[in-house]
């Protein structure tokens, strides 16, 4: 069946430093890959995505590249901020189960000033 | 505005009640969902419904009865409630093939 797995957590950095979150998946088919944020006390927001192997989704100065080869998808920013401390998802849905996500097991991000 | 607004946001209540939890969304989308979110913050799917048809049914107790009056609407009603029922629900909307969902602030039901 279709899986997500990220890296395990908690993460904790300072600020200014250098985020990676690791994030691979299995799936059927061709899947379109998410990253998502929660943070403390919130519902979940859609961070970016990407829908085919070799896009690269970003925003807020996060990254993330699909990789087909590695079957990846991780999350990346070259500075983090205080602000970032939060909950990060990798999901991913398949045109054969487009109905609903599959999600990573969440990995909890802290920055310290 | 609210985009997925769900209701109410805390729900403590004792073991054996029966609760509902209302959500709606203004989207326009076609599909919406319930999520359940445990105390690890594990995020799995109970049911999803595309145009008021269920068709995402996951291993959920028979306790646990959804149902759509409209496409913007999907309401979850709890029976005789356990306390593993505690947990965070979420509902999510999204247009079907597209993918990405949106989500509600989620409900906190807290079973005693």
């Known amino acids: 069946g279709n899986s997500v797995t990220q890296m395990e957590g908690p993460v904790t950095l300072s600020e200014e430093a250098f985020l990676t979150i690791n994030c691979t998946y299995t799936?059927?088919?061709?899947?379109?890959l998410f990253w998502y944020v929660q943070y403390p006390g919130e519902g979940l927001q859609l961070l970016l995505k990407?829908?085919?192997?070799?896009d690269k989704g970003s925003n807020k100065g996060f990254e993330a590249t699909y990789r087909k080869e590695t079957t990846s998808f991780h999350l990346e920013k070259g500075s983090v901020q205080v602000s970032d401390s939060a909950v990060y998802f990798c999901?991913?849905?398949?045109?054969?189960?487009?109905?609903?996500?599959?999600f990573g097991q969440g990995t909890r991000l802290t920055i310290n000033p | 505005d609210t985009a997925v607004s769900q209701t109410p946001k805390y729900l403590v209540t004792q073991m054996g009640n029966d609760k509902s939890i209302k959500c709606e969304q203004n989207?326009?989308?076609?599909?919406m969902y319930w999520y359940k979110q445990d105390s690890k913050k594990f995020l799995k799917i109970m049911f999803s419904?595309?145009?008021?048809?269920?068709?995402i049914n996951e291993t959920v107790p028979n306790r646990f009865s959804p149902k759509s009056p409209d496409k913007a609407h999907l309401n979850l009603h709890i029976n005789s409630l356990e306390l593993g029922d505690s947990a965070v629900y979420f509902c999510?909307?999204?247009?079907?093939?597209?993918?990405?969902?949106?989500f509600g602030q989620g409900t906190r039901l807290t079973v005693v």
């Open positions: 999510a909307s999204s247009q079907a093939q597209v993918g990405e969902a949106f």
């Open positions: 799936a059927t088919g061709y899947p379109s």
């Open positions: 990407a829908t085919k192997a070799d």
């Open positions: 999901a991913l849905t398949t045109p054969q189960g487009a109905q609903k996500l599959v």
């Open positions: 989207l326009g989308h076609d599909t």
């Open positions: 419904y595309n145009n008021k048809e269920l068709i």
